[in-house]
């Protein structure tokens, strides 16, 4: 499910919070983008995305910040770091939506 822009970007994400991969999904990077297998909850489902998809998912996994890895992707495509933080934003939503990801606070881990 897609949503509708709303120019919030990512400041409906904490900038200083970032995600962790959900237990059973299972990524493979190739050439043209990324697949992701997502098993458990009862059933498994199957996630595509092109290669910057991919990249947005290396850096998740990396435990880069929603803000880190748009002004990274800004400056490799030259892009405006206002529609890259909110296409960032975009499929960030979509990840956590299908339970891919979930957010990972600093302070939980600094406990």
């Known amino acids: 499910m897609k949503r509708n822009r709303t120019g919030l970007g990512l400041k409906r994400h904490r900038s200083d919070s970032g995600f962790a991969v959900s237990p059973g999904v299972h990524a493979s990077v190739h050439e043209g983008g990324l697949v ?18 991919a990249q947005i998912w290396q850096r998740i996994a990396d435990g880069q910040t929603p803000r880190a890895i748009a002004a990274a992707l800004s400056v490799e495509y030259g892009a405006a770091l206002a529609q890259i933080e909110d296409d960032t934003a975009v499929f960030l939503d979509e990840l956590i939506d299908r339970g891919i990801v979930v957010y990972r606070h600093p302070r939980a881990e600094a406990a």
């Open 36 to 53: 992701l297998l997502q098993t458990g909850r009862g059933k498994g489902s199957i996630f595509t995305t092109n290669r910057v998809g």
